[in-house]
């Protein structure tokens, strides 16, 4: 039996190990990065050429295949957890004799729809363009979210090159459906439950604050999402012989949402910001120590005004939000005729943060639509509904939608997360809510813990949109904040 | 030299000789297209099978030289009139010595554009199909505008089969670019003055009364166009990292459009209906008779209300009008992303009546927009534009517009024309305008004359959207008519 040292010493040497041990992870990732950016940069084209949507569900499988051999290559023991009609997760652990922890990364291989003919390039032909002297890669998921795997991958191969062992059972989970909205996820996880928890759940998924500084984020916004779609005349009438009489869908539809938000951007539909959760005192002191990046924003988005009457974008991502993804009714430009549409749709994305749950949030929209005068169904109406309501709507909810989450900043392992990527980067933002959104409540439902969101990407990558890009100082960044991550014990 | 009747026996005299050859024209034709139904559907069949949309000028010039060959296969002295950037005018006449009167018979050969994935079938494959126990005739300008001109090519044919004489001078004008908003037909029709005048231009286009009653009609609403397109970030944006605070083009859209109708349907643009020259007395007269389909109509598309708080749609129609053509904005359905999109835009086509002028009605319109805080801009705004402003919108005026033309029904040639199709036809509806623009005041400034329109079609031929269609008996009735209308003196 060995000598039981005296605690306080133990937690000073626990303290001075770790501090060592960080300093040294993140110095590690940085030589070999710095030795190995050629290869490196090749190795991440590789991974970005294989196409990760949705509607390619072939190549999706490929994906995992291709990262679970990644992982196994790099002795972490990995497989595939597969359910029907759903793209695999991608699972990898490496268990260390001893660990008190289990940390699991999490991030996500499958990438946001494509319409290749918005690229410069194309979406799965990586190219590197330098932007303002810097180098970036442009390519679907570049950023969003092969960046933050690529950079996990290569923070192993840092630390395992410098005979650095890992100090915690480490786990990976990466999902091929995020972008989907996770329908599945939550059922994936449930049926390998024993495998995928964790003490922690590290969300390696975003873009950093747009002040370039690495980020910690405690929470996301949940989503959720409507089509809605109103009627004309069954078929498309000309407009000179019945316009003024035959009711135009295109401007229902338009009076329609213009009622849902005023001039400020705020939302009038009845009950929107109803239970909201507030903020905590840690959680205010945060942001009002982050950046305000409001002006430089504008500038860069070329926008002259802001929504929000004034409040910076910092306090509006902590309130929920009324988006149009999309419009469409007939045609516009060129192909437009003289006509009467027979219909039109708009595509509503509802973010939405915590004490609001998502498909309460729908139905208040709906609510909404039916108080303006909608019949309002959830499948294409037929001739006998059209006729006997004046104004009809399919509102279509997709089902894929999920609730807000937030890790108060103070627990334990929150402040142990903090301090590693700390020790790991120079200035780090810390806030409570990311504006975009990730499936957090399932993964914690699911592993039975808590997440903190690490992402490594520059807020400018194009993500969701065409000509996705990731700065590669920032995939450099990623590694030496991943190398430090997978060091916590 | 012959001896000098006496003025009140002659007149006795071309009455009785009018009203019985008005009546064997028709005969005739009738006779005539019972007889060669199927070789008559085949011919009209091919004329359709030749592509006539703006963005293919080749197949357009394809079809005027077509219908020039059938014009001097018939003996009428054909030709093109042409200019450098638009499709030829097809040309042609007949004269008869010694007649007093020059009609011109104008219709248009071209057809709107078509998206063929809208299609059952192509829009260029010609089929039949049985329709409520009727055939009809589908494919792109079956009923607008080729039905017209294969109608007054077989009335020729059926009155030489018959060795009918004609007794006035006959001019042929038949345009290519009615679709796109006759931009050129005015120059054309200059350049031509002599060749193109005439006592009455009959205006051979648009559908029939609801009704199926043949019809005469004494004006067309005029037409103007805008597109606009408003701004948001100057790239799609993350819809969850922005949205509440990016400002979304597609809610701005929504918001700018709504606010031009009330929930009626009636325009708020200011001065929007200022200046309409009120109808006559005759010309209310015949609105009083004419039926009211509004019912019928509801029930044929679907239509669970109409716009114009209770007005007919015969009342609405001698009002201008302002409706949507198309929306668009980033994607909707399966392709919709979590974006922000960076613009958004409508095209806006509006009617005008009498009294009304396109452009101030376009500059209308445009100072609305300016009054809800909009910069505008006629080019695509620069980076410093837009972040300049608050809200900046591009305005593109389409330059084809025209003014409504309305000809006064007492006029002695319009009791004429009425004589006339009422010889051929058992019903006729008399209506003051069409709700549909044909370019009448350039006719009539460039021929010095006067218009009546004669349309064939049936009103529910899908004209301007996908699956146009004639109903065949509306063809084999409209050369009666148009027989009847050759035979005039």
């Known amino acids: 039996m060995q000598p039981r040292p005296n605690p306080s010493c133990l937690l000073l040497l626990l303290w001075l190990a770790g501090t060592l041990a960080a300093q040294t992870s993140a110095e590690v990732a940085r030589r070999y990065t710095s030795e190995h950016q050629a290869q490196l940069t090749q190795a991440f084209s590789q991974l970005l050429s294989i196409p990760n949507v949705a509607a390619d569900p072939g190549n999706l499988e490929r994906n995992a295949n291709v990262l679970a051999g990644m992982l196994k290559q790099r002795g972490v ?16 652990q490496v268990v260390v004799p001893g660990a008190k922890r289990t940390i699991v990364f999490y991030a996500h291989y499958d990438g946001q729809p494509v319409t290749p003919s918005e690229w410069e390039g194309a979406p799965f032909t990586p190219v590197i363009r330098e932007v303002d002297g810097e180098q970036r890669i442009y390519a679907r998921s570049a950023a969003d979210d092969k960046a933050a795997i690529f950079a996990q991958l290569t923070a192993l191969d840092a630390l395992r090159e410098a005979k650095v062992s890992l100090r915690a059972n480490v786990r990976f989970v990466w999902e ?30 975003g873009p950093v604050d747009q002040s370039g500084m690495q980020t910690v ?31 135009n869908p295109a401007m229902m539809l338009a009076q329609l949402l213009a009622g849902m ?32 990046n409001d002006q430089m924003l504008m500038n860069s988005f070329w926008l002259g005004h802001t929504d929000g009457g004034g ?16 419009l469409a009714s007939a045609q516009v430009g060129a192909r437009a005729t003289n006509v009467i549409p027979p219909t039109a749709t708009a595509d509503l994305d509802l973010r939405l943060v915590v004490g609001i749950d998502w498909r309460e949030q729908q139905q208040r929209v709906i609510d ?21 309501h004046p104004k009809v709507a399919l509102v279509k909810r997709d089902e894929a939608g999920y609730n807000a989450v937030r890790t108060a900043m103070d627990l334990p392992i929150a402040r142990e997360v903090i301090r590693a990527v700390e020790s790991a980067r120079a200035d780090v933002v810390l806030l409570p809510t990311m504006g975009g959104s990730v499936p ?13 969101t690490v992402p490594i990407a520059n807020y400018d990558d194009n993500q969701h949109a065409a000509n996705e890009n990731l700065r590669l100082q920032n995939l450099w960044n990623g590694v030496e ?4 991550l997978l060091e916590l014990r």
């Open 261 to 292: 938000k005023d001039d400020q951007g705020r939302v009038l539909v009845p009950h929107f910001y109803d239970g909201i959760t507030p903020l905590s005192p840690a959680e205010k002191e945060a942001l009002a120590r982050a950046p305000v």
């Open 440 to 452: 957090l409540g399932a993964m914690e439902r699911a592993a039975q813990t808590h997440t903190v």
């Open 77 to 92: 023991d990995s497989r595939l957890l597969s359910m029907a009609g759903a793209p695999p997760v991608v699972y990898g």
């Open 481 to 484: 904040t991943m190398a430090a």
């Open 176 to 205: 091929g459906e995020e972008e989907a909205g996770s329908p599945h996820l939550e059922q994936i996880l449930d049926a390998s439950r024993e495998s995928i928890r964790g003490d922690l759940w590290l969300i390696c998924d």
């Open 217 to 247: 984020v405690f929470g996301a916004r949940g989503d959720a999402h409507l089509e809605v779609t109103v009627y004309g005349p069954h078929r498309g009438l000309h407009s000179g012989h019945y316009g003024n009489w035959a009711p």
């Open 368 to 388: 909404y639509i039916r108080s303006r005068g909608y019949f309002v169904v959830d499948n294409q109406p037929t001739r006998e509904i059209l006729t006997q």
């Open 311 to 326: 409040a910076h974008l910092l306090e509006l991502i902590n309130q929920p939000s009324l988006n149009i993804n999309g």
